[in-house]
């Protein structure tokens, strides 16, 4: 039985006072009862915005729906079987149904739950509104389950935890929890898994799969991941601008895909692109030069017995009873000029560790090195000149950009910090400049983040740390939100500007095909610590802890 059924359906947003933009043009699809449809397509394709439009989410003020029908079969009362249009319900009626017939899970989980109440009382929330009956302590037990459903650790423990307390890959598990708690008939899934990694991911479809095949439930999934592509969906959906250019069978769209767009898509997956040549941690251009020298002229960034522990504090008189070992004795060393990629499971402490060696974060103890320079012990005066030297790109750009500020000044104002720039006409320029070799348009410049999509905002993240000419850049992430194509456009970036520059980079990120492609060196950790290192086809090809090959066993293939 078919339980959405889109019929040329427009979605236009007026930008402007005149601009109107098809966000969504005429698009045709179905989703049958227990299916999976899975939509792909480039950032501000209009993917998204076909979800919103599903449950009339989008603001009213500025969207509008000239032509098309959205229409879902909803049983009402838990008895009637009935046909409405999403697009001509009231308020009222549409209350009814998100969340509890339909549910969301947005792409962004740290702008969409509520900073000010624990993840425990949010998840309740959205149990006891669509079940009123429902007593606080059921509420509770049914809230820890989903919890544990979706792989949180200690989850009693951690109910009365707030977002920001959590790590990017557990509060996107948070909202999973919270949309699968009241048992939809429909799951749009907006990137659910970008911000996992792979073997929580692995889990997390197992589970979606699983809790489909018992209750029946639809999934509208929109990724970008051609791995999970192939696991998860019956049917596929390609989008470009707007438009619904391919649609068919997964295999069939995988394996023969008929339009030009969609093959381009697909020879922009990581397992598809050309290997870029890999560069050994003891190469020595000038043989005339002395081994040891070299070798420290080399290093750039040295991380010798680290620690970051953080105070667990508990009792009326909050006294520190423990510590959680986020960064536990941890020994690195960067070479000038390489990739190393720094992969583990969420909440392992990658960030933490990328976080500490630029200063963002207190060392507890032990020795950070900026070529051959102590970082640990400076003041925020004797910091400020280094600045420029090591920068990050974070992983949820829509937080880590002033909401307020045009992107020129987020682009500018570093530059004039580090008196970069003759004059503030010079800076602009060069701002413009970064902007297009991260692939934007320079006019982006007199926008503010919220007029992007969450692509285009991990471009001018990136943009950002560019800016200040660094050497050594922290990338968190940063691939995590992309698509295949800007995905691979952003890789071929960063291996041109670190050929150019000499640029060095510990990425982190938990895609282990991006890894192949991309690093020299690989570096594996676990509960704090470091439990595998090595070139990269080394870890990748021959992993040699069980943990390694857990992680490699779970990353999705497009394989048939």
Request: net charge negative; charged share 25%.
């Amino acid at each position: 039985m078919t339980l959405l059924s889109i019929e040329n359906l427009e979605t236009h947003l007026r930008v402007g006072k005149k601009q109107i933009i098809k966000a969504v043009d005429n698009i045709s699809l179905q989703i049958d009862s227990g299916e999976t449809y899975c939509l792909v397509g480039e950032s501000g394709s209009g993917k998204s915005i076909c979800a919103l439009s599903i449950i009339q989410l989008l603001p009213a003020g500025i969207s509008t729906h000239p032509h098309g029908e959205i229409l879902f079969n909803w049983l009402k009362n838990q008895a009637t079987q009935t046909q409405v249009n999403m697009l001509e319900l009231e308020d009222a009626e549409l209350r009814q149904i998100r969340g509890s017939r339909i549910a969301m899970i947005f792409q962004e989980p740290m702008t969409s739950l509520n900073p000010v109440l624990n993840i425990g009382e949010q998840i309740v929330e959205a149990l006891q509104l669509h079940h009123p009956n429902m007593s606080d302590g059921e509420a509770k037990e049914q809230a820890i389950t989903a919890m544990k459903q979706v792989q949180i650790t200690n989850a009693e423990g951690r109910f009365n935890d707030f977002p920001h307390q959590l790590s990017g890959g557990q509060r996107q598990r948070v909202m999973i929890a919270m949309a699968l708690a009241c048992k939809p008939d429909l799951l749009i899934a907006d990137e659910p898994t970008t911000a996992l990694d792979v073997t929580v991911q692995a889990e997390i479809l197992r589970l979606m799969k699983k809790l489909q095949k018992d209750t029946g439930m639809s999934i509208l999934f929109i990724t970008h991941d051609f791995g999970v592509v192939a696991q998860m969906a019956h049917k596929v959906g390609v989008m470009q601008q707007g438009k619904l250019v391919e649609q068919g069978g997964m295999k069939e769209v995988l394996t023969n895909p008929q339009h030009s767009y969609t093959k381009k898509l697909l020879a922009a997956v990581p397992d598809n692109l050309e290997r870029p040549q890999i560069i050994q941690a003891d190469n020595n251009t000038d043989s005339s030069h002395d081994k040891n020298a070299d070798h420290i002229s080399q290093t750039l960034i040295d991380v010798k017995a680290l620690k970051v522990w953080f105070p667990i504090k508990t009792g009326l008189l909050r006294r520190v009873t423990d510590h959680v070992r986020a960064v536990d004795d941890i020994d690195l060393q960067i070479h000038k000029g390489k990739i190393v990629a720094l992969v583990g499971e969420s909440g392992c402490g990658k960030t933490t560790l990328g976080r500490a060696i630029i200063q963002l974060e207190e060392a507890t103890e032990g020795s950070i090195k900026l070529a051959g320079q102590e970082l640990i012990g400076l003041t925020a005066k004797q910091l400020r000149p280094l600045r420029s030297r090591m920068q990050i790109a974070f992983q949820d750009p829509q937080s880590s950009l002033n909401p307020r500020l045009q992107i020129v000044t987020t682009l500018t104002e570093p530059m004039e910090v580090h008196n970069i720039g003759e004059n503030k006409q010079d800076r602009i320029e060069r701002a413009a400049k970064i902007l297009e070799e991260v692939q934007l348009e320079r006019d982006f410049l007199w926008r503010y983040p919220h007029e992007f999509s969450g692509g285009q905002r991990q471009r001018i993240g990136l943009a950002r740390a560019l800016v200040v000419k660094p050497e050594f850049i922290v990338c968190d992430e940063i691939t995590s939100a992309l698509d295949v194509s800007v995905q691979a456009e952003i890789l071929q970036l960063l291996l041109e500007i670190r050929k150019k520059q000499d640029l060095t980079l510990l990425f982190i990120t938990h895609n282990i095909a991006v890894v192949e492609y991309l690093s020299d060196e690989t570096v594996v950790m676990k509960a704090g610590k470091i439990i595998e290192r090595g070139l990269t086809a080394d870890v990748c090809g021959n992993p040699q802890q069980v943990y390694t090959q857990k992680l490699l066993a779970a990353v999705p293939r497009l394989n048939f």
